[in-house]
């Protein structure tokens, strides 16, 4: 191995470092500034009707209650969508109810919406 190869090594893990250094102090910068402007994430959960999905927002649902996103079902279609940044609503699937306010169909909560 030659000078110019353990060069070109020491100059590669340098960048490296800098750029998983850079990475992180990035996020940092975005959450202390995200917690500044929206106030720092409660880790509670979400109760029936309210929404997860964005900063800020809780990130599960509470206890017995369902992630919908309430995409598909509506025409027929139940292919399940490709994850997003959508809003995903909390609802109570398997109350007998079909709660299209709260995003239930067919497809995301069958036992509910029959058609």
Same mark, same amino acid.
């Given at each position: 191995?030659? $000078?110019? *190869? ?8 340098? @960048?490296?470092? @800098? ?19 929206? #106030? ?10 309210? $929404? ?11 206890? %017995?209650?369902?992630? @919908?996103? #309430?995409? #598909? #079902? ?17 609802? *109570? =699937?398997?109350?007998?109810? =079909?709660?299209?306010? %709260?995003?239930? %169909? ?10």
């Amino acid at each position: 191995m030659g $000078k110019n *190869d353990r060069t070109y090594e020491l100059v590669a893990v340098a @960048l490296l470092f @800098l750029l998983i250094f850079g990475l992180a102090s990035g996020l940092l910068i975005f959450t202390t500034f995200a917690d500044f402007v929206y #106030g720092p994430v409660e880790h509670k959960c979400a109760e029936e009707g309210e $929404k997860t999905g964005e900063y800020g927002l809780p990130r599960t649902c509470c206890e %017995n209650l369902t992630r @919908l996103s #309430g995409i #598909g #079902g509506y025409e027929g279609d139940c292919t399940v969508p490709m994850p997003s940044a959508l809003l995903y609503t909390c609802a *109570d =699937c398997g109350n007998g109810v =079909c709660d299209i306010e %709260n995003n239930e %169909n067919k497809c995301n909560c069958p036992q509910d919406c029959i058609i």
